[in-house]
């Protein structure tokens, strides 16, 4: 499961919403892992579903990725990759419609070799790219074939979320047996905390359900805090972890950009805040209230930050 192409919580129920109900009470981690599983394999399976769903998604992951990388100034790799290396081997994990790695393209060799991998094929071209090709494969499985032991970088955002069946550390373990000796790991995924002091109201409960949701399916509500140890755990060295705060609304200037900047979140609210309810999450009904409207006012007046850590840790030689 993932964040980045049908997203996490689709498959947690949104799609099949009599997996979950809403007023459920009590909650059990591993008949919940053995559903997901199951909501994985069945929208596999639903073509119609997915290719539906896939104009939509698709338009928050080119919107998302373009207001990242105009926080970042273009910046994709911050691990010590020479991207000019010729031969150099990429894989971007949760590549979803290979946004990502066109612009990756354009900073590394005519020579290097990039793939995508997502565990949702219909999301995936139909055919390579020049020097990008694109493979089905699941994070919660160790990779096969020429995806083990094979890259100089294997780039990871805003997909681990969506790994509870078998955790964070044996995902993170999963990653770092794609690396080829001296390769280098990159995660970058979101770091939220209710109770930062910088937050309005309506981040505060967007934060609130995003953390309690993954508290309850098992990830743990900071989860991205942990993921250096299991890096440390798979056996990676030269691990190390940067702060990005990535600005919206009113911390942006120019005003098609600030409108630009919040639009993936006024798309993914709505969807977390249905995922919440049906997970049955600790927190006041008040919280789902005019959230969309509510974050939206309060980006565009004041400016919202959106929080990610970037880890990254390089496979000994």
């Known amino acids: 499961a993932k964040e980045r192409n049908t997203s996490f919580y689709n498959l ?25 599983k199951a909501n994985i394999m069945a929208a596999k399976e639903d073509q119609d579903y997915l290719l539906g769903q896939h104009g939509r998604e698709v338009e928050r ?5 373009r207001w990242i990388q105009s926080c970042l100034k273009g910046k994709i790799v911050f691990a010590p990759v020479e991207l000019g290396k010729s031969g150099l081997r990429v894989l971007d994990v949760g590549c979803a419609d290979g946004t990502l790695l066109r612009d990756l393209q354009k900073q590394v060799s005519p020579s290097a070799q990039l793939v995508g991998s997502d565990v949702m094929a219909p999301f995936l071209p139909t ?8 493979v089905q494969a699941d994070i919660c499985e160790p990779p096969e074939g ?5 890259f100089d970088l294997t780039h990871v955002r805003y997909v681990l979320a969506g790994c509870a069946r078998v955790g964070l550390d044996t995902a993170v373990a999963n990653l770092a047996a794609t690396l080829a000796p001296g390769g280098w790991l990159q995660i970058q995924e979101m770091n939220v905390d209710p ?6 109201p309506a981040w505060q409960d967007v934060n609130s359900i995003l953390s309690g949701m993954f508290a309850k399916i098992g990830m743990g509500s900071q989860f991205t805090l942990l993921i250096a140890d299991s890096m440390k755990k798979a056996g990676l ?7 990005i705060d990535l600005p919206m609304g009113k911390l942006i200037e120019g005003e098609q950009e600030r409108k630009d900047s919040i639009e993936p979140f006024k798309i993914t609210i709505p969807v977390i805040s249905q995922a919440a309810k049906g997970l049955g999450i600790d927190i006041p009904e008040s919280s789902y209230d005019r959230l969309p409207e509510r974050f939206e006012d309060e980006a565009m007046k004041q400016g919202v930050v959106f929080r990610c850590l970037v880890i990254v840790g390089q496979k000994p030689v």
């Open 12 to 36: 947690l129920g949104l799609k099949y919403s009599s997996t979950i109900s809403a007023a459920s009470t009590s909650f059990n981690i591993q008949s919940f892992c053995q559903q997901l």
């Open 61 to 65: 992951l080119q919107k998302q990725h």
């Open 237 to 243: 060295a030269n691990v190390s972890v940067e702060t």
């Open 127 to 134: 055919s390579p790219q020049g020097n990008i090709r694109y």
């Open 146 to 150: 020429d995806l083990a032991g094979s």
């Open 195 to 200: 109770n930062r002091p910088d937050a309005g």
